[in-house]
């Protein structure tokens, strides 16, 4: 069975950094695309990043560019997301999810709750 | 970037009754849309992908149309375990784009 498990979450002081992890398993990691989305508290979804199978291709939404940084390793079939220079608005849910040939998202996280908050 | 808007925000439907989401794409899409439906607390779960493409293991009670700019989640009768929230995605795209998302509540 396909599972991605997310960790690294917490409570952090805004212009802090945490770093979000998402484990794999029950398929082929290496072969897919792979992206994190969040979720701000009683809010909608927001692409954030995404990342290319080999990880040289990776893109960023407007709102994390040059903060974020995402990153696998897919001899360990693991995705990362370093979040430096952290704001409250960065509060969220974050969700890794499995990319389809096409682009959409077939397989997610349960989630891990990041807190910006002094 | 391309906005996505939903309509109706919330839905309120009984068991059994037919209902319809509708989403709108800012410029032409083709039918690079996915619908996904998330319940409280949980991950978004796919339902259909390619705007009409239903996910292995979603019921045939779950449709979805349309192309272009204009498209529509249908669920032909209302069970129980269909409330939630949905939104729309466009996707194939440097910058994919969610819908503010559809609550389907008991009515």
């Known amino acids: ?118 | 970037d391309i906005q996505m808007t939903q309509s109706p925000s919330t839905l309120s439907a009984a068991v059994g009754e037919r209902v319809t989401i509708t989403c709108r794409a800012s410029q032409s899409i083709s039918s690079w849309l996915a619908w996904y439906q998330q319940k409280p607390g949980k991950a978004p779960k796919l339902v259909i992908y390619k705007a009409s493409n239903l996910e292995n293991g979603v019921p045939s009670r779950f449709s979805g149309s349309g192309s272009g700019t204009e498209f529509t989640l249908t669920i032909s009768s209302l069970q129980p375990d269909d409330f939630a929230i949905y939104y729309c995605q466009h996707y194939n795209t440097y910058s994919p784009t969610f819908g503010q998302g559809t609550k389907v509540e008991i009515k």
């Open chain 1, 1 to 118: 069975e396909e599972q991605l498990v997310e960790s690294g979450g917490g409570l952090v002081q805004p212009g802090g950094s945490l770093r979000l992890s998402c484990a794999a398993s029950g398929f082929t990691f290496s072969g897919y695309e792979m992206n994190w989305v969040r979720q701000a508290p009683g809010k909608g979804l927001e692409w954030v990043s995404y990342i290319s199978t080999s990880g040289n291709t990776i893109y960023y939404a407007d709102s994390v560019k040059g903060r974020f940084t995402n990153s696998r390793d897919n001899a360990k079939s693991s995705l990362y997301l370093q979040m430096n220079s952290l704001r409250a608005e960065d509060t969220a849910v974050y969700f890794c999810a499995k990319e389809e040939s096409s682009g959409y998202y077939s397989s997610w996280g349960q989630g891990t709750l990041v807190t910006v908050s002094s």
